[in-house]
């Protein structure tokens, strides 16, 4: 470990929440050099849905490997990505209804975010795009420019310019629609008309704060009054977290352009798409470009990972274990002090200690899961949210211990 602390630079942030040296993972299980076993209710920050080193992709991605199958390709034709948007089409967009292009980007999710902002202004000519406080969409520029943290806003050390912050309706006693169409129409408002509108249907980062479906109808049918493009970023909460392959399917909109990564290789592997309906459709070839546009192998994992999806009946499951959840933390752990608040869909729940007034007991109850046994993050603002985040794939016996622990680890601190 020693060289890891002296070597790796002071940004590190999840090796000080979990200081260990991990060594193997299975599923939702992660072990450590010094022996311990972990269940793990983080899943990478969202891109292990289908729990580590998952044997059915596993065994996909090895013999593809083992037959040299094409590595790196940038954005050639390939039978990888061929036989991954085949399967993209028949068994995501199809059955959803959805008409959408498919743009490979450079590997991450902040890429596909900075993709959608840059074709959203060249479709549009406006430079403007708005975006909800407590957001987060990556950390290079333009993604940075539309995330809400001051501190890492900061970081940026230049203007982050033309982005309007626009109040999430957790924070906001309003009528968020109409104050957003307000600033939009009226001529004194001072604020220009955007090129597209930008959202998480689950501020994940921001401390699990899901829109109401009925929210996003009424700002889908606004952007569409006003001819504003909207985006969803849905590289944390999509590819199944909330139980449909899109976050927003239950609401039943259409948004113009759709963000994807974190899961969507089924295996960890870096891939980000970025989704836009056909007519917007008009970057010229090499405009936007990239050496890693494009990950072959992460190709293969993301097909296998579809096919499983059904196979396993991964909707219907993450629909049981979210009724789990809900029952145990409405009472096993909202019962330990009547100031918790509880928020989450599907795969992804927040427990929020805020209302208690102690700003570290999140982080002291996150540090006793991780002592018991359970890795587990923090989300929102001051860190007060405990995320539960755990792979779809969980067995309802680990599930269920990684709730107790989670149990146990408050009954420390709030029944002391
Ligand atoms: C909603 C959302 N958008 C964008 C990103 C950025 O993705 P990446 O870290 O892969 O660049 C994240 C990462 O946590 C995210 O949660």
Excluded at 165 to 193: L, Q, R, W
Excluded at 220 to 234: G, N
Excluded at 332 to 341: H, I, K, N, P
């Amino acid at each position: 470990m020693d060289i890891l602390e002296r070597l790796e630079s002071n940004v590190r942030s999840y090796s000080r929440s979990f200081p260990t040296v991990f060594v193997r993972a299975k599923m939702s299980k992660m072990y450590s050099r010094d022996g311990r076993e972990y269940i793990d209710f983080f899943s990478g920050a969202g891109a292990l849905s289908y729990g580590h080193n998952n044997e059915y992709i596993k065994k996909k991605v090895i013999d593809y490997i083992a037959n040299d199958g094409i590595s790196h390709a940038l954005d050639m034709f390939t039978e990888a990505k061929e036989e991954f948007f085949l399967a993209f089409e028949e068994k995501v967009l199809k059955p959803a209804g959805y008409d959408y292009k498919l743009l490979s980007c450079a590997p991450t999710g902040t890429n596909a975010v900075e993709a959608s902002l840059k074709l959203a202004r060249k479709v549009k000519g406006r430079p403007g795009i708005f975006a909800f406080t407590g957001s987060f969409h990556g950390m290079t520029m333009g993604s940075l420019s539309v995330t809400s943290g001051k501190t890492v806003r900061a970081g940026a050390g230049v203007q982050l310019t033309d982005v309007t912050f626009v109040p999430h309706p957790c924070s906001f006693k309003g009528d968020v629609i109409e104050y957003i169409e307000n600033i939009i129409t009226d001529e004194y408002s001072g604020v220009m008309k955007p090129a597209a509108i930008i959202l998480e249907t689950v501020q994940a980062e921001g401390g699990v704060w899901p829109m109401e479906p009925e929210f996003l109808r009424r700002l889908r049918a606004m952007c569409d009054r006003q001819d504003v493009l909207m985006i969803i970023d849905d590289i944390q909460v999509g590819c199944g977290r909330t139980g449909r392959f899109f976050s927003f399917e239950e609401a039943g909109i259409v948004p113009d352009m759709v963000a994807l990564s974190k899961a969507i290789s089924g295996y960890g592997f870096p891939m980000s798409l970025l989704l836009m309906k056909p007519e917007l459709d008009i970057f010229s070839p090499g405009e936007h470009n990239g050496t890693f546009r494009g990950n072959q192998v992460a190709f293969i994992g993301a097909k296998a990972a579809l096919e499983l999806r059904e196979m396993l009946d991964l909707e219907g499951k993450t629909k049981q274990n979210e009724e789990f959840i809900r029952q145990f933390v409405k009472t096993r752990l909202l019962t330990l002090d009547d100031r918790l608040q509880h928020r989450g869909t599907g795969m992804i729940h927040g427990i929020d200690f805020e209302a208690l007034g102690d700003e570290s007991l999140s982080g002291k109850v996150a540090n006793e899961c991780f002592r018991l046994g359970l890795i587990i993050e923090r989300a929102g603002r001051k860190d007060c949210v405990l995320k539960i985040m755990p792979a779809l794939t969980i067995e309802r016996d680990e599930l269920r211990a990684g709730l107790e622990i989670i149990e146990k680890a408050m009954t420390k601190y709030l029944r002391q």
